[in-house]
Nanobody, 123 residues
Framework: QVQVVESGGGSVQAGGSLRLSCTISGGFLRIDTMGWYRQAPGEQRELVAEMTRNARSNYANSVSGRFDISRISGDNEKATVFLQMNSLKPEDTGAYYC??????????????WGEGTQVSVSS
């Protein structure tokens, strides 16, 4: 059973930093893209940053230069993606969700979502 667990959210003042982490575990054949999305109250969920299996990264324009995504791909039992968030702004506030695309013996290219972790930035 594949599981996705996030950690690292919290409350900071503008200009501060937070680091989010997300681990997928449970036995899979392959991990493709790992990424982070966020959703502010009343808004749609949007992509923040993602990293492909080949370590190519993609950032939303609003976070480029401030956020950094990285990943550790271990064996077929666990993989972790991090989001280092610097120079945080109030508009970065929202629920942050980890998304992982994976393969197992039974399914191909399925996306698993974490439950979300809250980030609150005060001015």
């Amino acid at each position: 059973q594949v599981q996705v667990v996030e950690s690292g959210g919290g409350s900071v003042q503008a200009g501060g930093s937070l680091r989010l982490s997300c681990t997928i575990s449970g036995g899979f054949l392959r991990i493709d893209t790992m990424g982070w999305y966020r959703q502010a109250p009343g808004e749609q969920r949007e992509l923040v940053a993602e990293m492909t299996r080949n370590a190519r990264s993609n950032y939303a324009n609003s976070v480029s230069g401030r956020f950094d995504i990285s990943r550790i791909s271990g064996d077929n039992e666990k993989a972790t993606v991090f989001l280092q968030m610097n120079s945080l702004k109030p508009e970065d506030t929202g629920a942050y969700y980890c998304a992982v695309d994976y393969w197992t013996l039974q399914v191909q290219n399925v996306r698993a979502w974490g439950e979300g972790t809250q980030v609150s930035v005060s001015s």
